[in-house]
């Protein structure tokens, strides 16, 4: 063989050798579903776009406790038929107990309960005397009707959170695993320089 060729060749082998990871990293980039878990980190369903609101927007009045909840992240607790049952005091107890997991970043996130009817039970009542850390918003149905409209496939328990801007951007599930709300938040702390 001719040492042109042989030159030739070698300078093809040297050119692959440094273009296939960079056409590697291209083909994976715009594939990523070929990679093993490629599913998303978050334990909650990702709203997309996220919504902008206001938490004012879905209550019946102005009240002091909303100023406390102003450039904060918000989860909110969801009642949509005014009784507050058995499923619903644990999902309650469940956003205390995500306060306690979140230990030095529990400041960062305010637990909120949009409470459609008083919730005029003993069991309720004495839930909400014992959690100072809740803040209960009264809405009416014309409130619900609103938010349902802006998300969609929501159902009484579901909880809401809100990014330090007002963004509604995850739902969870009523009976949802606080360690997973707890991991989503602490990757969304880490990224938020806000809240």
Not at 18 to 30: C, D
Not at 80 to 94: A, M, Q, R, T, Y
Not at 150 to 174: A, T
């Amino acid at each position: 063989m001719k040492t042109l060729t042989k030159n030739r060749l070698k300078l093809i082998f040297i050119t692959t050798l440094f273009a296939l990871p960079v056409l590697t990293a291209w083909f994976v980039y715009q594939n990523p579903q070929l990679i093993e878990g490629s599913k998303t980190k978050n334990y909650g369903q990702l709203i997309r776009p996220a919504i902008p609101s206001q938490i004012k927007d879905f209550v019946n009045r102005p009240t002091e406790e909303l100023e406390k909840l102003k450039g904060r992240w918000v989860i909110a607790h969801l009642d949509f038929d005014g009784s507050c049952d058995n499923g619903c005091i644990e999902s309650v107890k469940l956003l205390h107990q995500l306060n306690v997991l979140l230990n030095k970043d529990s400041d960062r996130l305010k637990r909120v309960f949009f409470d459609s009817a008083g919730s005029d039970s003993e069991a309720v009542q004495a839930l909400f005397a014992e959690d100072a850390g809740l803040t209960v918003l009264p809405w009416t149905a014309e409130h619900i009707t609103k938010l349902k409209a802006l998300i969609g496939e929501l159902n009484d328990g579901d909880m809401i959170l809100l990014d330090p801007l007002g963004n509604i951007m995850m739902k969870y599930q009523q009976q949802a695993d606080p360690y997973g709300i707890q991991k989503d938040l602490k990757l969304l702390f880490k990224a938020s320089q806000i809240g």
